[in-house]
């Protein structure tokens, strides 16, 4: 019995002992990964692919990895370049300096203050039409553990206005994490800009080589009731009328000045002028006070001289108003876009996954609010979004030129190829990205000739120049003829443009040790790609299991011995030798 026992009480320990050592079903596999992210929050580029002139803010990129095929020990990064100026001319090319958190080999915790855009760096001169603005605080945190890598940067933009103010941004911030941890590798990003104005109108037109200035009156007026903006107290759907009333008064009161000047009164009477002017579409020109006083037609020549003039400074003021109205008119503002993705590459693809959000709070074309859409809305809601911006722009530049409708193109939340999760040479890979806004200009191949017969016609500035003289001609924001000053060019958009913004990507990547191993293939992580997809990852669990049923059996062993032993016995009867 006491052998029972002790093969029963063995059994129960070792079944225990397995228990304990199997830890839960459900535990993580252990690896190795990298995790990475880049941003680029606003980019302008200027020529095909950025040839004349490519800006670029706050771009910053960050890695951390645990993985010795990608660095020989745990490594974390993060880098920012606050400012960045590729051009064909030499003394464009210009960079604020990159800011740098490493572990390790390097400074862990980073810090930089508001920059000045004009002034990125000790030495480092921008022309204003080139880039203006303030980089608010930036901050960079890197850590690196055999265990676990993270790095992480944080920057703001105060304000900002690129190439000759084809981007103007307010509010801008800009948060990344990247993350490789022996159970998986992750990342996060996110962009928030507050209020983004694409290809104001000035600097466009400027890009193609004309002045709001340049154009002709009708289209002056036109544009303003496409884009439906107000100059003063005129409503944009009264502007078409109201010059047409003062240019037609105009027209009235001169011919009666040409009649007096050249036949006097004759047979009318002061009267009968004054009636006739007073019921021109902009009523009583002359009260009856000032009639009274007139008695020949010398006085009532210089009358109507002095409401000719008047009337000239009030068409003068509306066109200098509709000028530069139309000058600072954003052709496409967007406010409130927000960006984020996320990646998580795990021991499997069931347990690793890309996320993406993001929305748009309004979208403005001119003074025509078009409401914002969400990343995650229908396909239908997003295109029928971008058809209605689409639509707006076409109906602008369609109002300068027929040939200029769909020279700007508008895609949101663009994503990236190859997104989602995917598995190669024993590694579990997440990528997303996302391109918050993109806007292209593709100038038609007659935009010289189109821009030609623009300037042929009289001009707005010409009829104000004409109305109330050359020094009443406003001047117009000049950054964009800055820049083409700057550039060389007569037309910095000639060979097309794009803006693009809240540009964010990450990527992950981990691959479970195998049994007994720290990485994929055997050894620290080393061997041939692809050998870790013939072993299952090592849990913790599966090497336990042949003992857990060695233990189970011996119980049941040890309790089936015991009720046979103490099975009852029946009585048999014995035979003896007896001596007869």
């Known amino acids: 019995m006491r052998n029972v026992r002790a093969a029963v009480a063995a059994a129960l320990t070792l079944s225990l002992f397995a228990a304990?050592?199997?830890?839960?079903?459900?535990?993580?596999?252990?690896g190795v990964g990298t995790a990475s992210a880049e941003t680029t929050v606003v980019a302008v580029d200027l020529g095909s692919n950025g040839a004349l002139l490519a800006v670029r803010l706050l771009g910053d990129d960050a890695r951390g990895t645990i993985d010795p095929k990608v660095a020989s020990a745990a490594e974390a990064f993060g880098r920012v370049t606050g400012l960045s100026v590729d051009s064909s001319v030499d003394a464009l090319d210009k960079s604020s300096?990159?800011?740098?958190?490493?572990?390790?080999?390097?400074?862990?915790?980073?810090?930089?203050?508001?920059?000045?855009?004009?002034?990125?760096?000790?030495?480092?001169?921008?022309?204003?039409?080139?880039?203006?603005?303030?980089?608010?605080?930036t901050s960079l945190s890197s850590n690196a553990t055999a265990t676990k890598s993270?790095?992480?940067?944080?920057?703001?933009?105060?304000?900002?206005?690129?190439?000759?103010?084809?981007?103007?941004?307010?509010?801008?911030?800009?948060?990344?994490?990247?993350?490789?941890?022996?159970?998986?590798?992750?990342?996060?990003?996110?962009?928030?800009?507050?209020?983004?104005?694409?290809l104001d109108l000035g600097a466009f037109l400027e890009g193609l080589g004309l002045s709001v200035l340049d154009l002709p009156v009708p289209t002056v007026t036109a544009l303003l009731e496409t884009l439906d903006l107000d100059v003063g107290s005129v409503a944009a759907d009264a502007i078409v009328d109201t010059v047409e009333d003062l240019n037609a008064t105009i027209d009235t009161v001169q011919a009666q000045v040409t009649t007096l000047t050249n036949t006097g009164l004759g047979s009318?009477?002061?009267?009968?002028?004054v009636t006739l002017v007073n019921n021109t579409p902009l009523g009583t020109l002359i009260d009856t006070t000032t009639q009274a006083t007139i008695?020949?037609?010398?006085?009532?020549?210089?009358?109507?001289?002095?409401?000719?003039?008047?009337?000239?400074a009030t068409l003068s003021d509306l066109l200098i108003g509709a000028a530069e109205v139309l000058d600072g008119a954003p052709l496409l503002s967007v406010d409130g876009l927000e960006v984020t993705i996320g990646t998580k590459a795990a021991d499997t693809t069931g347990n690793s996954s890309t996320t993406r959000s993001g929305k748009i709070g309004s979208v403005t074309v001119g003074g025509v609010t078009i409401p914002g859409v969400d990343l995650l809305a229908t396909a239908d809601k997003l295109k029928a979004t971008v058809k209605s911006v689409t639509d707006e722009l076409d109906g602008v530049l369609g109002t300068l030129d027929d040939d200029l409708a769909g020279m700007v193109s508008v895609v949101l939340f663009e994503?990236?190829?190859?997104?989602?999760?995917?598995?190669?040479?024993?590694?579990?890979?997440?990528?997303?990205?996302?391109?918050?806004?993109?806007?292209?200009?593709?100038?038609?191949?007659a935009l010289a000739t189109i821009v030609d017969g623009i300037l042929a016609l009289p001009g707005v500035g010409d009829v104000i120049a004409a109305a109330t003289g050359p020094t009443s001609v406003p001047q117009l924001d000049g950054a964009m003829d800055d820049l083409k000053v700057a550039l060389?060019?007569?037309?910095?958009?000639?060979?097309?443009?794009?803006?693009?913004?809240?540009?964010?990507?990450?990527?992950?990547?981990?691959?479970?040790?195998?049994?007994?191993?720290?990485?994929?293939?055997?050894?620290?992580?080393?061997?041939?790609?692809?050998?870790?997809?013939?072993?299952?990852?090592?849990?913790?669990?599966?090497?336990?299991?042949?003992?857990?049923?060695?233990?189970?059996?011996?119980?049941?062993?040890?309790?089936?011995?015991?009720?046979w032993v103490h099975m009852p016995v029946r009585a048999v009867g014995l035979r003896t030798n007896r001596t007869r």
């Open 150 to 198: 993270v790095s992480t940067i944080a920057g703001n933009v105060t304000n900002a206005t690129l190439g000759g103010a084809l981007a103007k941004l307010q509010g801008v911030s800009s948060t990344l994490t990247a993350t490789a941890a022996n159970t998986a590798s992750e990342t996060t990003r996110s962009v928030k800009v507050d209020q983004v104005v694409v």
């Open 295 to 312: 008695t020949n037609a010398t006085q009532l020549i210089a009358e109507l001289q002095a409401v000719i003039d008047e009337l000239q």
């Open 488 to 563: 060389g060019t007569t037309r910095s958009l000639g060979g097309g443009g794009s803006v693009r913004l809240a540009h964010v990507l990450g990527t992950s990547e981990f691959a479970a040790a195998t049994s007994g191993t720290g990485g994929p293939g055997g050894g620290t992580g080393g061997g041939t790609p692809g050998e870790a997809d013939r072993s299952l990852p090592a849990t913790g669990r599966n090497g336990t299991l042949p003992l857990t049923a060695l233990a189970t059996l011996l119980v049941a062993l040890g309790l089936g011995f015991r009720n």
């Open 415 to 445: 994503e990236v190829a190859g997104a989602g999760v995917s598995t190669a040479n024993g590694y579990v890979k997440a990528v997303q990205g996302i391109t918050g806004l993109r806007a292209t200009v593709t100038p038609p191949a």
């Open 20 to 30: 304990l050592s199997s830890g839960p079903a459900t535990a993580a596999a252990t």
């Open 268 to 273: 009318g009477t002061v009267g009968s002028v």
């Open 97 to 137: 300096g990159r800011l740098e958190s490493k572990d390790p080999g390097g400074q862990k915790q980073v810090t930089q203050g508001s920059v000045n855009l004009a002034n990125p760096a000790p030495g480092v001169t921008l022309p204003s039409a080139v880039v203006t603005g303030t980089i608010g605080l």
